[in-house]
């Protein structure tokens, strides 16, 4: 099993371009999340999604916008990118709350974003 | 609101001097405490997960415990290869989801 992949590892973009992360999963994990990482801030939670079709926000989700049109995939929109958005980007993947206690979340390998 | 402050940000030690970093929370209502591992470039790695006051869980040279009101990753006679960024994260009781509240890490680096 591959885990969690996340494409692209490494990313430039300039001032109000456009871009879609991608995450993806082989476990057949219901719950997927989308984490910036931050120097001093720690790992902080911008959207997650329970089931395919279902998204919702986290603690820092503005500018940005998450689709789960498949179990397996995760994709994490920025629609105008902003500098403050330079960050490194990690998606992680579980099991559902039904499923008795298997909640520990898998990362990937993270995506390197800069906003010049 | 969760919180998690771990201490201290930065360890040095050298080579098989043991040592332990810790993890202070509050939550609503505990489900559970993670460690993870973080190498420079990579993911967190997941180590361990504990429930309840008073469990304990080992991997290798690691023991993580738990309290009601904190946690300790204890290191025995540390390798350089055990030089990373270890995390803890809290997730509370209750929802529909599994969200984690991390603390912003302890960087250890074990010198041979």
């Known amino acids: 099993n591959a885990g969690v992949t996340q494409t692209p590892k490494f990313r430039v973009l300039k001032t109000g371009q456009s871009m879609t992360l991608l995450c993806a999963q082989d476990?057949?994990?219901?719950?997927m999340y989308w984490y910036r990482q931050d120097p001093g801030m720690g790992l902080r939670l911008i959207h997650y999604s329970v089931g395919e079709g279902t998204t919702a926000k986290g603690e820092v989700p503005d500018g940005y916008n998450v689709s789960r049109l498949k179990k397996q995939n995760f994709l994490l929109g920025l629609e105008s990118a902003a500098p403050s958005q330079t960050s490194v980007y990690f998606c992680?993947?579980?099991?559902?709350?039904?499923?008795?206690?298997?909640?520990?979340?898998?990362f990937g390998p993270g995506t390197r974003l800069t906003v010049l | 609101e969760d919180q998690v402050t771990q201490s201290p940000e930065a360890l040095r030690l050298q080579e098989g001097e043991s040592s332990s970093l810790n993890c202070s929370y509050t939550v609503s209502g505990l489900r559970g405490l993670f460690w993870y591992r973080q190498d420079p470039g990579k993911g967190p790695e997941f180590l361990f997960t504990?429930?309840?006051a008073g469990e304990e869980k080992e991997k290798e040279r690691l023991k993580a415990t738990l309290t009601k009101k904190e946690s300790f990753l204890h290191i025995t006679a540390p390798k350089p290869e055990d030089s990373a960024t270890y995390l803890c994260?809290?997730?509370?009781?209750?929802?529909?989801?599994?969200?984690?509240?991390f603390g912003k890490g302890t960087l250890l680096t074990v010198n041979p």
């Open positions: 476990m057949n994990h219901e719950y």
């Open positions: 994260a809290v997730q509370a009781r209750g929802g529909s989801n599994y969200k984690l509240t």
């Open positions: 992680a993947s579980s099991y559902s709350v039904r499923s008795g206690g298997r909640n520990t979340q898998y």
């Open positions: 504990l429930y309840s």
